[in-house]
């Protein structure tokens, strides 16, 4: 059975820095595609990024386009999100799922997910 579980997630002020990092097991990590999905209170989860199974190929929603970087290491069975200049509205649950369909359709194999917090 798919596991993953997130972390890295916290309280920060507008125009702070988070990484976030994504363990997976009961998967080929390497054969895979990824991507990070989040959902704020009252709100649909949408897609937020993904990358291909070997790193060379990856896409961002346009609200995190230039701040928000996705990244992968196969040998260690993990995925990460290098979250710059956040804001407000980055505020969410933050989940990383291997994906079903590129780029944007996930498998239902969801963690339980890690906190971003964002304060003005």
């Known amino acids: 059975q798919v596991q993953v579980v997130e972390s890295g997630g916290g309280l920060v002020q507008a125009g702070g820095f988070l990484r976030l990092s994504c363990t997976a097991s009961?998967?080929?990590?390497?054969?895979?595609?990824m991507g990070w999905f989040r959902q704020a209170p009252g709100k649909e989860r949408e897609w937020v990024s993904s990358?291909?199974?070997?790193?060379?190929?990856?896409l961002y929603t346009n609200s995190v386009k230039g701040r928000f970087t996705i990244s992968r290491d196969n040998a260690k069975n993990t995925l990460s999100l290098q979250m710059n200049s956040l804001k407000p509205e980055d505020t969410a649950m933050y989940y990383c799922?291997?994906?079903?369909?590129?780029?944007?359709?996930?498998?239902?194999?969801w963690g339980q997910g890690t906190q971003v917090t964002v304060s003005s």
């Open positions: 990358i291909n199974w070997n790193g060379g190929t990856t």
């Open positions: 799922a291997p994906l079903r369909v590129w780029p944007a359709t996930p498998y239902s194999d």
């Open positions: 009961g998967l080929t990590f390497g054969n895979f595609n």
